[in-house]
């Protein structure tokens, strides 16, 4: 088992930035990729970014391209989402996930609030 905690969450105003992070303990060794996704009211959870435990590729929705960073630290075990330029679109409960291939995320944080006020 792998347990995920996520912390950084809150409210920002449109323009300004958030920094999430995930912090990975257990079995972190079975772990190929962490990711985080979001899911506002309404609407279906979705991948927002992805990175491999050796930080040799990642992945980003089309919306958060070139506005969100996802980094690692380098024990692998601390995944970190930088958020620039919100946008009042990007509020949603983040989920930190991570998984032992590149689509099969089967560990689940709790999520974590970001809210982006226009």
């Known amino acids: 088992q792998v347990q995920l905690v996520e912390t950084g969450g809150g409210l920002v105003q449109a323009g300004g930035s958030l920094r999430l992070s995930c912090a990975a303990s257990?079995?972190?060794?079975?772990?190929?990729?962490m990711g985080w996704f979001r899911q506002a009211p309404g609407k279906e959870r979705e991948l927002v970014a992805r990175?491999?435990?050796?930080?040799?590729?990642?992945g980003y929705v089309d919306s958060v391209k070139g506005r969100f960073t996802i980094s690692r630290d380098n024990a692998g075990n601390t995944v970190y989402l930088r958020m620039n330029s919100l946008k009042p679109e990007d509020t949603a409960v983040y989920y930190c996930?991570?998984?032992?291939?590149?689509?099969?995320?089967?560990?689940w944080g709790r999520g974590t609030q970001v809210t982006v006020s226009s």
């Open positions: 257990g079995r972190t060794s079975s772990m190929y990729a």
């Open positions: 996930a991570a998984g032992s291939t590149w689509t099969d995320f089967r560990y």
């Open positions: 990175i491999t435990i050796r930080a040799d590729m990642t």
